[in-house]
C-alpha cells in the first residue's frame, strides 16, 4: 500500500454531522499535513501536526497522531455544505522544506 | 499572504507542441518551488523540486527533457512540457515554502492541460 493511505476513499454524510477521515502511512515522520482540495482546484493547507504532538485543533478541525500506530484522523465537527470537498494527508518526503507524499484522499459530501 | 498563482489556468494544445506553465509565489520570495501531477480522481504525484539558481530534482520515473522546469527568480518556477502526447493531459499542480525549512506549502490553484 501507499504512504499516506486516507480511509474511507468516499464519505456521505448529512450536514451538522461529524465527518472523520483517517490515514496511515509507513515511514517516520517529523509532522502530518491535512490538505482540502475542491473540485478541480488547488489544495488548501488546513493543519501541520508534529510528530510530538498527539492532538491539534483548529476550528471545527480536530487532528490526531498516533506515531506509534503510523496513523492520524481528521475529524471535522458540524459539517456545513461547503466543507465537500477531498481531503488528502501529506507527509514531508525528507528532512527541511522537501516535497510531499501524498495519500489518495477521502472524497467527502455533505449532504443538505 | 502566501500567495501563488498558476498561469494559465487551462490550456489545450496539439500533440507534438510544447506548453510553459508558470508558477509564481506573488508575496514572498520562494526558493525551493514543487511541480505535482494529478490525474483525475486521483492524487497528487511528486514530478520535481524546483530551487533557484540550480537545476530541478526530478523524481524517479519523471523524464526530466520532457518536463523541463526552471526556476529563475524568487518568485517563479517554470514547467514546459515538450512534444506533448495526450498521456500529458493532466492536472498540473505548483506550491512554494515561504520560510526556508518550512514543511508547510502554499499551493497554486493548477493548471488544467488537455492534449488532443
Known amino acids: 500500500s501507499q504512504q499516506g493511505e486516507e480511509d474511507p476513499q468516499a464519505l456521505s454524510i448529512q450536514e451538522g454531522e461529524n465527518a472523520t477521515m483517517n490515514c496511515s502511512y509507513k515511514?517516520?515522520?517529523?509532522?502530518l499535513q491535512w490538505y482540502r482540495q475542491n473540485s478541480g482546484r488547488g489544495l488548501v493547507h488546513l493543519i501541520l501536526i508534529r510528530s510530538n504532538e498527539r492532538e491539534k485543533h483548529s476550528g471545527r478541525l480536530r487532528v490526531t497522531l498516533d506515531t506509534s500506530k503510523k496513523s492520524s484522523s481528521l475529524l471535522i465537527t458540524a459539517s456545513r455544505a461547503a466543507d465537500t470537498a477531498s481531503y488528502f494527508c501529506a507527509t514531508p518526503r525528507g528532512g527541511g522544506a522537501d516535497g510531499l507524499t501524498f495519500g489518495k484522499g477521502t472524497h467527502l459530501i455533505i449532504q443538505p | 499572504g502566501a500567495v501563488v498563482s498558476q498561469h494559465p489556468s487551462r490550456v489545450i494544445c496539439k500533440s507534438g507542441t510544447s506548453v510553459k506553465i508558470e508558477c509564481r509565489s506573488l508575496?514572498?520570495?520562494?526558493?525551493?518551488m514543487f511541480w505535482y501531477r494529478q490525474f483525475p480522481k486521483k492524487s497528487l504525484m511528486l514530478m520535481a523540486t524546483?530551487?533557484?539558481?540550480?537545476?530541478?530534482?526530478?523524481e524517479q520515473g519523471v523524464e526530466k527533457d520532457k518536463f523541463l522546469i526552471n526556476h529563475a527568480s524568487l518568485t517563479l518556477s517554470t514547467l514546459t512540457v515538450t512534444s506533448a502526447h495526450p498521456e500529458d493531459s493532466s492536472f498540473y499542480i505548483c506550491s512554494a515554502s515561504r520560510i526556508a525549512g518550512s514543511y508547510e506549502q502554499y499551493f497554486g490553484p493548477g493548471t488544467r492541460l488537455t492534449v488532443t
Open positions: 524546483s530551487n533557484e539558481g540550480s537545476k530541478a530534482t526530478y
Open positions: 508575496d514572498f520570495q520562494a526558493t525551493t
Open positions: 515511514t517516520s515522520i517529523n509532522n
